[in-house]
């Protein structure tokens, strides 16, 4: 048996997976970095990701119930991130590689969330909306690549979504406070909707609601609805103009905004409208994760990919669409 070890470290997770070749996955263990108050600062992630390392991976490797000296592959998660954060997992990669002469494969976290969509559903060639804290992006695979078809002109949802709950006091991660929230509120408060051709964008969103919080005149639960009913409206319309422009039939959706239930139904009755099928995943492989890492890993490498330890390095700044697929 052939077994991958995925290391995830693009931002607040740290995280360590064995799968199988064969697609299996074995472990997924994590830990997230998290803050009482205020944002990441990526040295303070990346010191967590130093100390959480070592019993993370070897949690995955427990778990899982093997050895280093039983895993064929380990793969990293190379691009796009935080650099501090990703050259800890990049680190962790190589070292080990180099302990246990074991090869080495470098992948691209977005590219990594739809191929994990592939694996665990029946989905052959979907689209997927990727919502995250730090990423939005519509990706379909076109012509030997992951072309991004629609995205955010500025922040990403899941950071947007956040930092609206820090200006109503709701805490961090804001997301499944403003989820909780949002099932309590039934007007529709008429907020910008920023759609521009197939790209979002929120900073217009995120003023006008910084005044309305501001201006004491709306309810919490209201304003929780309404921004997630507005927000998510954009998202589904330009997946679902990505569906119809690619002629795709398939949808997953990835990212930890992904596990919005609300999100899942408007992706899932948009999907029905146009006879094509939504694919949902369990939460723990919406959010960051390093099961996803090992097997685009093992995909890469059975395509004849692999890197020297010494060239294992990290790129917080590739996109979606410069990866060259070669194992589709
Ligand atoms: P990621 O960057 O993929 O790890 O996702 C983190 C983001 O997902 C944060 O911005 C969270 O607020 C957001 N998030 C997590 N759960 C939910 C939820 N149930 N609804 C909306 N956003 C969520
Ligand atoms: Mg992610």
């Not at 929780?224 to 795709?248: G, N, P, W």
């Not at 994760?289 to 395509?303: D, P, S, T, V």
């Amino acid at each position: 048996m052939k077994y991958c070890l995925g290391i995830e470290s693009t931002a607040h997770t740290f995280g360590a997976s064995v799968v199988t070749f064969s697609g299996k996955i074995l472990s997924n263990v994590k830990d997230i970095f998290t803050t009482k108050k205020g944002g990441m600062i990526p040295a303070e992630v990346a010191d967590h990701h130093v100390n959480v390392c070592g019993d993370v991976i070897q949690k995955a490797l427990d778990n899982a119930r093997v050895s280093l000296k039983d895993i064929t592959l380990i793969s990293y998660s190379a691009s796009p991130g935080l650099g501090p954060c990703l050259r800890v997992g990049a680190m962790a990669a190589r070292s080990l590689a180099v302990m246990g002469s074991i090869k080495l494969v470098g992948v691209n976290h977005c590219i990594a969330h739809l191929e994990i969509g592939r694996l665990l559903t029946k989905a052959k060639d979907p689209v997927l909306l990727y919502a995250s804290g730090a990423n939005t992006q519509v990706i379909a695979y076109e012509g030997k690549k992951y072309r991004i078809f629609g995205e955010t002109l500025d922040m990403g949802i899941g950071n947007f979504l956040d930092s609206f709950a820090r200006d109503l006091g709701l805490g961090f991660p804001g997301g499944p406070k403003i989820e909780e929230l949002a099932r309590k509120g039934k007007k529709l408060i008429a907020l910008p909707y920023s759609v521009k051709g197939m790209d979002v964008s929120f900073g217009g969103l995120q003023t006008n609601l910084r005044r309305k919080v501001e201006s004491r005149k709306y309810k919490k639960e209201e304003l929780c609805y309404s921004v997630q009913e507005t927000v998510f409206a954009m998202l589904i319309e330009v997946t679902e103009r990505a569906m119809a422009h690619c002629d795709k039939k398939e949808l997953v959706l990835g990212g930890g905004v992904a596990c919005n239930k609300r999100l899942q139904e408007m992706a899932r009755i948009m999907c029905k409208d146009r006879k094509a099928t939504c694919y949902l995943l369990e939460n723990q492989y919406y959010v960051d994760n390093a099961a996803m890492i090992a097997w685009l890993g093992i995909l890469q490498f059975k395509a004849g990919e692999s890197v020297q330890p010494e060239k294992a390095d990290i790129d917080p700044y590739t996109r979606t669409d410069d990866v060259v697929v070669k194992w589709r």
